[in-house]
Protein backbone atom coordinates (compact mmCIF):
# COMPACT_ATOMS: atom_id res chain seq x y z
CA UNK A 1 0.00 0.00 0.00
CA UNK A 2 2.83 2.39 1.01
CA UNK A 3 3.90 1.88 -2.70
CA UNK A 4 0.78 2.60 -3.87
CA UNK A 5 0.68 5.78 -1.79
CA UNK A 6 4.07 6.46 -3.02
CA UNK A 7 3.77 6.41 -6.67
CA UNK A 8 0.03 7.76 -6.97
CA UNK A 9 -0.27 10.20 -4.38
CA UNK A 10 -2.67 12.13 -7.09
CA UNK A 11 -4.64 9.06 -7.43
CA UNK A 12 -5.18 9.52 -3.69
CA UNK A 13 -5.62 12.62 -3.39
CA UNK A 14 -8.39 12.25 -5.59
CA UNK A 15 -9.94 9.39 -4.16
CA UNK A 16 -9.90 11.64 -1.33
CA UNK A 17 -11.61 14.54 -2.83
CA UNK A 18 -14.15 11.79 -4.48
CA UNK A 19 -15.01 10.72 -0.96
CA UNK A 20 -15.18 13.90 0.52
CA UNK A 21 -17.62 15.44 -2.22
CA UNK A 22 -19.59 12.19 -1.51
CA UNK A 23 -19.80 12.85 1.72
CA UNK A 24 -20.90 16.31 1.05
CA UNK A 25 -23.51 15.51 -1.31
CA UNK A 26 -24.80 13.16 1.16
CA UNK A 27 -25.30 15.89 4.13
CA UNK A 28 -25.93 18.57 1.40
CA UNK A 29 -28.97 16.43 -0.10
CA UNK A 30 -31.79 16.85 2.34
CA UNK A 31 -30.98 19.80 3.19
CA UNK A 32 -31.68 21.03 -0.77
CA UNK A 33 -34.82 19.38 -0.32
CA UNK A 34 -35.71 20.33 2.37
CA UNK A 35 -34.66 24.54 0.68
CA UNK A 36 -36.59 23.12 -2.17
CA UNK A 37 -39.93 22.74 -0.33
CA UNK A 38 -39.87 25.41 1.92
CA UNK A 39 -39.26 27.99 -1.39
CA UNK A 40 -42.52 26.43 -2.37
CA UNK A 41 -44.31 27.11 0.79
CA UNK A 42 -43.44 30.30 0.48
CA UNK A 43 -43.89 30.77 -3.45
CA UNK A 44 -47.77 29.51 -2.30
CA UNK A 45 -47.91 31.81 0.86
CA UNK A 46 -46.61 34.87 -1.24
CA UNK A 47 -49.65 33.73 -3.69
CA UNK A 48 -51.86 33.12 -0.89
CA UNK A 49 -51.24 36.32 0.31
CA UNK A 50 -51.51 38.40 -2.73
CA UNK A 51 -55.10 37.00 -3.28
CA UNK A 52 -56.38 37.90 -0.02
CA UNK A 53 -54.86 41.68 -0.21
CA UNK A 54 -56.88 41.60 -3.92
CA UNK A 55 -59.83 40.34 -1.64
CA UNK A 56 -59.40 42.42 1.18
CA UNK A 57 -59.27 45.42 -1.19
CA UNK A 58 -62.46 45.06 -2.90
CA UNK A 59 -64.07 44.38 0.32
CA UNK A 60 -64.83 47.88 1.18
CA UNK A 61 -66.86 48.34 -2.40
CA UNK A 62 -68.46 44.79 -1.64
CA UNK A 63 -69.69 46.26 1.78
CA UNK A 64 -70.92 49.49 -0.15
CA UNK A 65 -72.92 46.84 -2.46
CA UNK A 66 -74.30 44.88 0.23
CA UNK A 67 -75.57 48.39 1.92
CA UNK A 68 -77.29 49.11 -1.54
CA UNK A 69 -78.83 45.76 -1.93
CA UNK A 70 -80.34 46.21 1.83
CA UNK A 71 -81.82 49.67 0.54
CA UNK A 72 -83.22 47.92 -2.80
CA UNK A 73 -84.53 44.89 -0.63
CA UNK A 74 -86.20 47.21 1.52
CA UNK A 75 -87.93 48.95 -1.67
CA UNK A 76 -88.74 45.57 -2.96
CA UNK A 77 -90.28 44.43 0.16
CA UNK A 78 -92.35 47.66 0.11
CA UNK A 79 -93.51 47.41 -3.46
CA UNK A 80 -93.89 43.34 -3.48
CA UNK A 81 -95.42 42.88 0.40
CA UNK A 82 -95.21 39.14 1.77
CA UNK A 83 -98.96 38.74 1.75
CA UNK A 84 -101.65 39.99 -0.40
CA UNK A 85 -103.25 42.49 2.67
CA UNK A 86 -106.62 42.90 0.31
CA UNK A 87 -108.76 44.82 3.04
CA UNK A 88 -105.75 47.56 3.37
CA UNK A 89 -105.29 48.03 0.09
CA UNK A 90 -109.38 48.34 -0.82
CA UNK A 91 -109.30 50.77 1.88
CA UNK A 92 -106.09 51.99 0.64
CA UNK A 93 -107.86 52.96 -3.05
CA UNK A 94 -111.03 54.39 -1.51
CA UNK A 95 -109.01 56.52 0.53
CA UNK A 96 -107.07 57.65 -2.27
CA UNK A 97 -110.83 58.11 -4.74
CA UNK A 98 -112.38 59.98 -1.68
CA UNK A 99 -109.26 62.29 -1.45
CA UNK A 100 -109.22 63.25 -5.45
CA UNK A 101 -113.33 63.70 -4.91
CA UNK A 102 -113.98 60.86 -7.45
CA UNK A 103 -117.66 59.19 -7.42
CA UNK A 104 -119.28 55.84 -7.99
CA UNK A 105 -116.18 54.24 -7.01
CA UNK A 106 -115.98 50.60 -7.72
CA UNK A 107 -112.67 48.47 -7.00
CA UNK A 108 -113.51 44.98 -7.60
CA UNK A 109 -110.76 42.06 -7.72
CA UNK A 110 -110.40 39.19 -10.48
CA UNK A 111 -108.54 35.79 -9.28
CA UNK A 112 -105.29 35.64 -8.02
CA UNK A 113 -102.45 34.33 -10.54
CA UNK A 114 -98.91 33.30 -9.41
CA UNK A 115 -95.90 32.99 -10.86
CA UNK A 116 -92.65 31.34 -9.80
CA UNK A 117 -91.52 34.01 -6.95
CA UNK A 118 -95.05 36.71 -7.30
CA UNK A 119 -98.68 36.82 -7.08
CA UNK A 120 -101.01 39.25 -8.80
CA UNK A 121 -104.96 40.57 -8.60
CA UNK A 122 -106.08 41.55 -11.65
CA UNK A 123 -108.27 44.57 -10.41
CA UNK A 124 -111.09 46.83 -12.32
CA UNK A 125 -111.36 49.63 -11.61
CA UNK A 126 -114.32 51.94 -11.94
CA UNK A 127 -115.02 55.89 -10.62
CA UNK A 128 -116.31 59.23 -12.13
CA UNK A 129 -114.67 62.63 -11.44
CA UNK A 130 -112.96 65.77 -13.27
CA UNK A 131 -110.44 65.44 -15.65
CA UNK A 132 -108.33 66.98 -12.90
CA UNK A 133 -109.43 64.71 -10.00
CA UNK A 134 -108.64 61.33 -11.97
CA UNK A 135 -105.25 62.94 -13.18
CA UNK A 136 -104.28 63.61 -9.17
CA UNK A 137 -105.79 59.25 -8.74
CA UNK A 138 -103.20 58.65 -11.05
CA UNK A 139 -100.46 60.43 -9.30
CA UNK A 140 -101.19 59.24 -6.53
CA UNK A 141 -101.38 55.74 -7.29
CA UNK A 142 -98.23 56.37 -8.93
CA UNK A 143 -96.67 57.18 -5.44
CA UNK A 144 -98.83 54.39 -3.53
CA UNK A 145 -96.93 51.86 -1.79
CA UNK A 146 -97.50 48.80 -3.24
CA UNK A 147 -96.58 48.19 -7.14
CA UNK A 148 -100.38 48.73 -9.38
CA UNK A 149 -99.48 48.27 -12.54
CA UNK A 150 -102.22 49.57 -14.90
CA UNK A 151 -102.67 47.42 -17.94
CA UNK A 152 -106.12 49.35 -19.72
CA UNK A 153 -107.06 52.72 -19.15
CA UNK A 154 -110.34 54.22 -20.65
CA UNK A 155 -111.55 57.49 -20.04
CA UNK A 156 -115.05 58.37 -21.79
CA UNK A 157 -117.32 61.32 -20.92
CA UNK A 158 -121.00 60.73 -19.11
CA UNK A 159 -123.77 60.79 -21.15
CA UNK A 160 -124.81 64.41 -20.21
CA UNK A 161 -121.52 65.70 -21.08
CA UNK A 162 -120.95 67.91 -17.87
CA UNK A 163 -117.78 67.53 -17.68
CA UNK A 164 -117.38 64.37 -15.39
CA UNK A 165 -115.29 62.01 -16.99
CA UNK A 166 -115.94 57.88 -16.47
CA UNK A 167 -112.74 55.96 -15.55
CA UNK A 168 -112.63 52.44 -16.25
CA UNK A 169 -109.08 50.73 -16.02
CA UNK A 170 -107.63 47.11 -15.39
CA UNK A 171 -105.14 47.00 -13.14
CA UNK A 172 -102.79 44.51 -11.25
CA UNK A 173 -101.61 44.53 -8.28
CA UNK A 174 -98.24 42.50 -7.04
CA UNK A 175 -97.50 40.64 -3.60
CA UNK A 176 -94.94 38.19 -2.80
CA UNK A 177 -95.57 34.14 -3.44
CA UNK A 178 -95.15 32.14 -0.33
CA UNK A 179 -95.15 28.60 0.27
CA UNK A 180 -98.56 28.18 1.49
CA UNK A 181 -99.93 30.79 -1.12
CA UNK A 182 -101.55 29.25 -4.30
Known amino acids: MKKL ?22 QYYPVHLQRKALYQTLSRQGDK ?6 CSEKLPTLHRQVRSMEEQDKEFGRLFPADQGLSRLW ?7 DNNHLGDQLVRPGEVSCEEDFCSIPLEIRCT ?11 A ?7 IRMDQVQLKNDESV ?21
Open 49 to 54: MEEIKN
Open 141 to 147: MERFERL
Open 129 to 139: GSFENIFEFFR
Open 91 to 97: HQIAEIM
Open 5 to 26: IDHHPLFLLLILLVGAAGLGAY
Open 162 to 182: SGRLILQAQARVFYQRMETSQ
